[in-house]
Nanobody, 126 residues
Framework: QVRLVESGGGLVQTGGSLRLSCVASGRTFSSSAMAWFRQAPGKEREFVASIGASGGPTKYEDSVKGRVTISRDNPKNTVYLQMNNLKREDTAVYFC???????????????????WGQGTQVTVSS
């Protein structure tokens, strides 16, 4: 069974940076597309970024383009989300997600993902 554990969230001021990490258990990580989603209070979960099994392709939600980078380290079973120039509207719980089928394409659709972490809170204050 695949387990995803996020870390790296916290409280940061506007304009600051955070790097989120998601460590996956299980043998299939290196062949799984991964993604980050977020959910703000009172809002639906939304796509942030995705990455293919081998490190590409990557895709970003429009509001984070140029500020956020998704990457992965397959030997460490870890996917990262580097977030720079954070804004108050980035405040949310951030979730890591993985696809079950080997080498399935990454997707911006949350329904395409089979495995989810518990989330890590990111709070951006002015």
């Amino acid at each position: 069974q695949v387990r995803l554990v996020e870390s790296g969230g916290g409280l940061v001021q506007t304009g600051g940076s955070l790097r989120l990490s998601c460590v996956a258990s299980g043998r299939t990580f290196s062949s799984s597309a991964m993604a980050w989603f977020r959910q703000a209070p009172g809002k639906e979960r939304e796509f942030v970024a995705s990455i293919g099994a081998s490190g590409g392709p990557t895709k970003y939600e429009d509001s984070v383009k140029g500020r956020v980078t998704i990457s992965r380290d397959n030997p460490k079973n870890t996917v990262y989300l580097q977030m720079n120039n954070l804004k108050r509207e980035d405040t949310a719980v951030y979730f890591c997600a993985g696809r079950r089928d080997s080498y399935a394409a990454p997707s911006a659709n949350s329904g395409a993902y089979d495995h989810w972490g518990q989330g890590t809170q990111v709070t951006v204050s002015s």
